[in-house]
C-alpha cells in the first residue's frame, strides 16, 4: 500500500507540472525571416542550365496569353526588384559559359603578335650592327666612369618617352627597347593581355551589369582569350594581385574586379606598352644602380612563352634570355 502511495503522489506532482509547463515560444532570427522559401539540398535544373539561361529570367504577363497573373506575397514592382537583385548576383558570381574571343579581339591580337615580332627582330638587328657594337665596346672601355653615371645622363639625354613617335626609331635608328631583356618583353606582353583582356571582355559580353572581370573567374577568361594558362609564380609572384602590381601603371585588381587606370585608348595605340615598359626598365634600373636590390625582378621563361592550354601554344612569341651584365 505504500508502494502505491508513493505512486499516486508521484503521479500527481506529475500532472500538476504538465499543467504549469507552456510551448516554447519559437524566435527567429533576421536571417531566417528573411527565407521565403525553403531550402533544397537538390536543384530540379542543372547549374549548366542556370548559367546559361538565369540572364533571360522574367516574371510572366498577361501580354504573354495569361488570362491573369497575381502578386500574392509582394506587390508586382517588389516582385521584380528582387528577381533584379537575384540575377545581378548571380552574374557575379557565374562564368560566361560560351563567351567566344570575337574578330575584334582576334584582330587586335594578331596585329600585336606581329608588332611584337618585328620588335624583337628590330632590337636583334641593331645590337648586330657594327656601329652599334664600337659603340658599346667603347662605352665598355671608359672605366672612369662611377657606377649609375651612365644609366643618369642615359634617362637625361633621352627624349620624352609618351612624345616618341616612332618606337622603332628614336634617333639613328636606335629603338625606343633596345635594352629590354626577358623581364621586360614578358612585362610588356603582361601589360598588353591584361588591358586587353578586360576590354574585350566589356565587347564581348555586351552588359552593363558585368562591369569587369571577377578575380575569381580570372583563369577561366584569359585562358579562353589567349589560350594559355597565366602562372604567377612565373613572374615571381603568389597572386595575380601581386602580378598585377608588376604592372601597376596598366592593371589592378580594385573590389574583387580586374580594372585599369590608363585613360588612354591603348588598343589604338600598342606602342604604348612599349613606352610604360620602357619607363619602367629605367626606374627599376636607376633603383638597382643606387643599391636597392629590392628592385630586382625574378621572371622565369614561361613568364614570355606561358604555360599551354591543351597543348603547346604555337601563337605565343618566344622567349628571349637575358643579356649578359657587361
Known amino acids: 500500500e505504500a508502494k502505491e502511495e508513493a505512486k499516486e503522489e508521484e503521479k500527481e506532482d506529475m500532472d500538476v507540472d504538465d499543467e504549469g509547463d507552456e510551448p516554447p515560444t519559437v524566435e527567429l532570427t533576421d536571417e531566417e525571416k528573411a527565407v521565403w522559401f525553403a531550402p533544397r539540398t537538390t536543384s530540379d535544373v542543372t547549374e549548366h542550365a542556370i548559367a546559361k539561361e538565369f540572364a533571360n529570367f522574367s516574371l510572366p504577363k498577361k501580354s504573354e496569353g495569361f488570362e491573369d497573373v497575381k502578386f500574392l506575397w509582394a506587390k508586382e514592382s517588389v516582385a521584380k526588384e528582387y528577381l533584379r537583385q537575384k540575377i545581378l ?23 600585336w603578335k606581329k608588332l611584337f615580332a618585328e620588335w624583337q627582330k628590330k632590337q636583334e638587328e641593331f ?10 665596346a667603347k662605352a665598355k672601355a671608359n672605366t672612369e666612369k662611377k657606377d649609375g653615371e651612365d644609366s643618369e645622363e642615359e634617362a637625361a639625354a633621352a627624349p620624352d ?5 616612332d618606337v622603332c626609331d628614336i634617333g639613328d635608328g636606335e629603338p625606343l627597347f633596345k635594352s629590354f631583356d626577358l623581364i621586360d ?6 601589360r598588353f593581355e591584361l588591358y586587353m583582356l578586360q576590354v574585350a571582355f566589356s565587347k564581348d559580353v555586351n552588359d552593363p ?3 569587369g572581370i571577377p578575380e575569381a573567374h580570372f583563369n577561366f577568361y584569359y585562358t579562353r582569350y589567349f589560350a594559355k594558362y597565366l602562372s604567377p609564380v612565373s613572374f615571381g609572384c603568389k597572386t595575380l594581385e ?17 580594372t585599369t587606370p590608363l585613360t588612354v585608348q591603348a588598343e589604338d595605340q600598342l606602342s604604348y606598352f612599349v613606352k610604360l615598359s620602357e619607363e619602367q626598365r629605367r626606374e627599376r634600373q636607376r633603383r638597382i644602380d643606387a643599391g636597392d636590390e629590392t628592385a630586382r625582378l625574378h621572371f622565369q621563361p614561361a ?5 599551354p592550354a591543351g597543348g603547346a601554344n604555337k601563337s605565343a612569341p618566344k622567349a628571349q634570355a637575358a643579356p649578359k651584365a657587361a
Open 161 to 165: 618617352l609618351f612624345s616618341i613617335q
Open 242 to 258: 601581386e602580378v598585377c602590381k608588376l604592372v601597376k601603371d596598366t592593371a589592378a585588381l580594385k573590389d574583387g574586379l580586374l
Open 303 to 307: 613568364a614570355l612563352s606561358g604555360v
Open 127 to 136: 645590337k648586330a650592327s657594327p656601329a652599334q657594337k664600337a659603340k658599346e
Open 185 to 190: 618583353w614578358a612585362s610588356l606582353q603582361l
Open 89 to 111: 548576383e548571380k552574374k557575379k558570381s557565374t562564368k560566361v559559359e560560351d563567351l567566344k574571343p570575337s574578330q575584334w579581339f582576334q584582330d587586335k591580337f594578331a596585329e
Open 209 to 211: 551589369d558585368r562591369p
